[in-house]
Each structure stands twice: as structure tokens, then as C-alpha cells.
């Protein structure tokens, strides 16, 4: 195979769709694993929804997920004059006929009839290109537009199901069809990857092509297609960015690791082989093949990724945790933080070397980098932020758990104030109340960290040292009432 040359086409309306992500990985993994070009182009031609804001977020995505493209991206609005030239050949060879129908007189037409779609009002009319008069396609009435699909095999369209169908806007803009197939032809794309919902593009673009080569003379090498499966969320459904979270930006936010995500999304609709859950991205590269996606659709399973990010985020060294963990503890000015998620502690109060002690503890109990905060805030905050439903369950108005953060308030005055010792001490304030030692901490460690769960006790105990530790078992039984 020649190196091909492969490209991903958003468009500038919202956010980066996980269904982009997963098929802009897979286009990158084809490229890679045969030496060939991987490249965007912004479809920017809708100037009502585009917003330039979009475009960043665009290219951020595909920067996180370590996918840039192998050159600038490059923007569909610097094809227009190619545009308008293909249009001209195939009007002026016949293949484009004007029409200027509303979609009213349309319907009003085909009612009371079993025909949908375009009547084939204007076909003969002979009107002119002009304002207001867009520009159709004459499907041939009869025979068949078979698409070569990788994935799917060949899959044939009777041409007698095709309208008519608009290429060019009433305002001279020529449509995806169009546009799609004269874009890849100018950027020499060999290989159309791209997402299954766009298999009933496919046909209108071949009979495009085919006119085109006609008007021109020529014949140009048609792309090899392959459509990826849909992405399904539980109930099986198509993800919808108005039910299910398909946002990357989303995820990064969360504190899902990229490594992470492109694994997940890797196996979604594929597999290298094999039965390990993580596969490294040279792993990937190494056996990916277009022919080895299924064609059915794939469950976006966020409880499976969540799951995965965690095994990603133990297998960080320590040093590595920790810097990913920055952006949610000590982020820097002017480098990126996740969106309105700034520490809850003023920056001052956020010692390095207490999270350097307290981050192994806390790697092994966290699913997301945005679980990070919630878990290590009592360090840095000069009182805990009290979970108020655990406090009035486990300690207000409750005797027992009072006297217990009275006895360990005095046990704690002159013991040594290691890990060690504090688990001693509490086993013996529990064995006096005739407690387990599970049941005995549960108070002290709502009076210490403000939650019911957290990092180790006695290690974070020992991190924040005895005053503090007494300050607040003093301020959770003045609070107890």
C-alpha cells in the first residue's frame, strides 16, 4: 500500500463528540501503522453555527488525546472557489439542474401520494443559476450506486431510492456531498474513515464523482471508505449530546487520563487481540487493520472506562501521579486547569510536600484526577469541610461516639504521634467501649477530614500533626452538642 493520506472533517458547532475522538484514533492508528498523513480540516462553511471558540476546542481535544495532525489543519472555506468550479462543470454538463421549489410546494405536491422526498418538479424546466434557484443532482432512474466499504463490504444503493438531491444552496453554497468530495479530492485524502451515519452520503458522492470525471474529462481514484459503527449508550440508543456526557473536554475535566481514553476508545468496535484490558497505544498501532473493525455498534460504556482510568491512574509512578494531579491541586497561572474547578483552599495553604507524603495513599482510592481535591482538602483547608449528614448519623446527639472523641482528644495530649501509635491508641479507646476498631474511628475520622471516607487515618493523622489533629476532635464535640 502507498501511504495514505487520511483526515478527520468537524465542524465548529459545539463541542468535540467522543464519536469524533474515536474516529479521528482510529484514522490516526491507520495512518501510523502504514507510514501515511494524518490531517483535519475544519468544516467552517456554516456561518450561522461556526464559532472560531469551537475551532480551539477542536484542536485542544486532539492535543490532549496526543493526536495532533501531521500538518495545519486546514479550513473548508478555502475550498470555495473549487467548490463553485465543480458545480459550474457539472451544471453546465446537465448533471445539476436548477430548481427554486419550497419545501411547502413540495409536500403540497406529493400529498395524498406514497412518494417522499423530491418530485422531480424542476427536472426539465431549464431554469437558470441564479438567487434563489439551488442546484439538483439528476440521479440516474435506473441501476444500482454500490459503495466499497471496508468495514461493511459492499453495500448497494438502487438509484431509484435517491432523490434528487440538493447540492448546491439557493445561496451558491455547495452542500456536504459536494463540498466532501471536492475537499478530499484537493487535499489527495485516499482513505474516507468516518462515522457510520454518513454510509448514506456515500452513494450521492460516487454518482458526483462519476459526473464530475465525466465533465471533466478525467478519472479520479475514488477514496477507499470505511464507516465505523455507531457509538450506543445502555439502553443501546445512539449517544446524544442531549442524554449522555460525549464531551472530551468533558472527560479531561473529570480527570481522565488520555492514555485512558484512547484505550477505550480504541476498543470500541475493535480489538487487537487478545484478553488485556490495557493496551498501550504502540500496541495499537502494531495490529491495527480497517478490515478488523465490526461493523456493529459499540457501547459507550463510561462505568468501563471510569474503571479503566483508575488501573491507568495506579499504574503512574508516583512522581508522574502527582504532577497529573496538579492542575486540580497547584495549578499554575496561565497553563491549563480544568474548567471552574479551581482548589477549594487558598493557593498559599497548599504545602507540597504533605500531598508528596499523602499521594501514594490517595492513588490507590481514586477513579479520576477529579476525585483528587475532595480527598486531600482537609490538609489544606483550616478546618474540614464537614459532610453534615455523616456528622448528625455518626456523631451528633450519638453518646457513645462523643466519649470515644473525648477519650482519644485526651489519649492523643502526650502520645508519640506516629502512624503506628495512633492506630494502637484508637484499637485501645475502642476495646474500652467494647468497639472494633472500624466502628471506633469512624467519629474521629468525620471530626479529623469532614468525611465518612478518605486516605488512610492514621497516616493522614500523623501528616497533620497533634495540634490540629485535637483542635478539631475539640471543635467536632463543641459541634456535637
Not at 481514484?221 to 460525549?246: C, G, M, T, W, Y
Amino acid at each position: 500500500m502507498d501511504a495514505p493520506r487520511v483526515r478527520i472533517a468537524p465542524s465548529p458547532t459545539g463541542f468535540f463528540h467522543v464519536g469524533s475522538a474515536r474516529t479521528a484514533l482510529f484514522n490516526w492508528l491507520f495512518a501510523r501503522r502504514h507510514g501515511g498523513t494524518f490531517v483535519v480540516r475544519i468544516e467552517d462553511t456554516d456561518a450561522e453555527r461556526n464559532r472560531e471558540e469551537w475551532v480551539e476546542v477542536i484542536v485542544a481535544a486532539l492535543d490532549w488525546l496526543g493526536l495532533p495532525p501531521d500538518e495545519p489543519p486546514v479550513r473548508q472555506s478555502q475550498f470555495a472557489a473549487a467548490h463553485e468550479a465543480a458545480a459550474t462543470r457539472l451544471y453546465e454538463s446537465g448533471a445539476l439542474y436548477g430548481c427554486d421549489c419550497a419545501r411547502d410546494a413540495i409536500d403540497a405536491r406529493l400529498k395524498g401520494t406514497s412518494q417522499t422526498g423530491y418530485d422531480g418538479y424542476c427536472r426539465d424546466r431549464g431554469l437558470e443559476r441564479g438567487h434563489g434557484v439551488a442546484l439538483r443532482f439528476r440521479v440516474p432512474d435506473q441501476g444500482e450506486t454500490i459503495v466499497h466499504d471496508v468495514i461493511r463490504g459492499d453495500v448497494a444503493f438502487q438509484n431509484a431510492s435517491i432523490e434528487d438531491f440538493v447540492a448546491v444552496r439557493s445561496n451558491g453554497a455547495a452542500l456536504f456531498a459536494l463540498s466532501n468530495l471536492v475537499d478530499d479530492r484537493a487535499m489527495g485524502i485516499t482513505h474516507v474513515v468516518r462515522g457510520e451515519e454518513h454510509l448514506a452520503n456515500t452513494p450521492k458522492q460516487l454518482l458526483l464523482a462519476a459526473a464530475l470525471d465525466a465533465a471533466e474529462g478525467a478519472k479520479t481514484a475514488a477514496p477507499v471508505f470505511a464507516h465505523v459503527p455507531l457509538l450506543v449508550n445502555e439502553q443501546r440508543q445512539k449517544i446524544s449530546k442531549r442524554r449522555d456526557p460525549v464531551a472530551v473536554e468533558l472527560y479531561r475535566d473529570r480527570g481522565f487520563l488520555a492514555a485512558a481514553m484512547l484505550n477505550f476508545l480504541g476498543l470500541l468496535g475493535w480489538s487487537p487481540g487478545g484478553d488485556d484490558e490495557m493496551v498501550d497505544l504502540n500496541t495499537m498501532i502494531e495490529r491495527f487493520a480497517l478490515e478488523d473493525v465490526n461493523h456493529s455498534p459499540a457501547f459507550f460504556d463510561v462505568a468501563k472506562l471510569t474503571h479503566l482510568n483508575g488501573a491507568y491512574i495506579r499504574a503512574l509512578d508516583t512522581e508522574a501521579f502527582i504532577e497529573a494531579c496538579r492542575p486540580w491541586v497547584a495549578p499554575r497561572e496561565g497553563e491549563w486547569c480544568p474548567a471552574d474547578q479551581a482548589p477549594p483552599w487558598a493557593p498559599e495553604r497548599f504545602d507540597p510536600e504533605v500531598f508528596a507524603a499523602v499521594a501514594p495513599l490517595v492513588q490507590e482510592r481514586v477513579a479520576t484526577l477529579g476525585e483528587v481535591p475532595s480527598m486531600v482538602d482537609f490538609f489544606f483547608l483550616e478546618e474540614p469541610a464537614i459532610d453534615g449528614a455523616a456528622f448528625d448519623k455518626a456523631i451528633a446527639n450519638q453518646p457513645e461516639s462523643i466519649a470515644i472523641l473525648h477519650d482519644v482528644h485526651s489519649a492523643l495530649e502526650d502520645c508519640a504521634f506516629d502512624a503506628e501509635t495512633l492506630h494502637r491508641t484508637l484499637v485501645e479507646v475502642g476495646e474500652r467501649h467494647a468497639l472494633a476498631l472500624r466502628k471506633a474511628q469512624a467519629p474521629v475520622r468525620l471530626a479529623v477530614t469532614g468525611r465518612a471516607v478518605g486516605p488512610p487515618l492514621f497516616e493522614s493523622m500523623a501528616l497533620l500533626g497533634r495540634d490540629t489533629v485535637r483542635r478539631r476532635l475539640a471543635a467536632a464535640i463543641a459541634a456535637a452538642g
